[in-house]
């Protein structure tokens, strides 16, 4: 008999011991899965058509969050950032589920946050940039860009509307892909930041779309276009 309750004994604590590993390997995995979401990549799906064609709606994209704090921004970088004031329209907060919320909270699900925008950076701060030459491109710091490369198929001019702005100390000037459906930088001048991205406000740069599958793909800041552009 003490054989066997000696065998039942052993099989109850290999069970617990299992359920013990399990319960660790599960701690360790939410403690690692929050950890990277907060310092150093978040998922985040679009919303909208002001990126098409490098990112189209329901797109989600990994964001590199060691950007802009410990690696810098740089022109051409898409960036993620939250809206400055005034860019969005006031909108109800996002209804999630217990599981959706607890799985957004550790990072294995992209942000329902309806408070974000993508764009892509075309000014630095101290940059001038301006609409447009007549070829109907954009100047940064007195030299023309050609953005051939990323804008939507249809534009030819890089801004319906003319402007001329120096970017300030800690800011950004963005700009959508689809440039004719985009309200971007240029048309949030009227707003609490002028139009400009406080470098505070960006949650990191888009590196890669990841789903849907067939829209997988690397995000480029093409260097070429802005070559020198530093003045």
């Known amino acids: 008999m003490s054989s066997v309750a000696e065998r039942e004994r052993s099989s109850s604590r290999r069970a617990l011991l299992f359920v013990r590993d399990i319960a660790v390997i599960a701690v360790v995995a939410i403690l690692l899965s929050t950890g990277i979401k907060t310092f150093l990549v978040r998922s985040f799906f679009i919303p909208s058509g002001s990126m098409e064609s490098t990112l189209e709606i329901d797109d989600r994209i990994l964001v590199n969050k060691l950007v802009p704090g410990l690696v810098d921004v740089e022109r051409g970088d898409v960036v993620v950032f939250t809206d400055p004031g005034g860019w969005l329209p006031p909108s109800p907060a996002p209804v999630q589920s217990p599981v959706g919320a607890a799985l957004e909270f550790v990072g294995l699900a992209p942000s329902s946050s309806n408070n974000h925008l993508v764009k892509r950076v075309i000014g630095l701060p101290g ?60 048309y949030n001048v009227d707003t609490p930041s002028a139009g400009f991205v406080p470098l505070g406000n960006v949650e990191g740069r888009a590196f890669v779309t990841v789903w849907p599958v067939d829209r997988w793909t690397w995000l480029d800041n093409y260097p070429m276009v802005f070559s020198g552009t530093d003045g």
């Not at 940064?140 to 534009?155: H, K, R, W």
């Open 127 to 186: 940059d001038t940039v301006e609409c447009c030459n007549e070829l109907g491109q954009l100047l940064v710091n007195g030299v023309p860009i050609d953005e051939s490369d990323y804008l939507a198929a249809g534009v030819t001019r890089a801004s319906l509307t003319d402007f001329s702005v120096t970017v300030p100390e800690d800011s950004l000037w963005v700009l959508g892909d689809n440039r004719n459906n985009s309200k971007d930088s240029r």
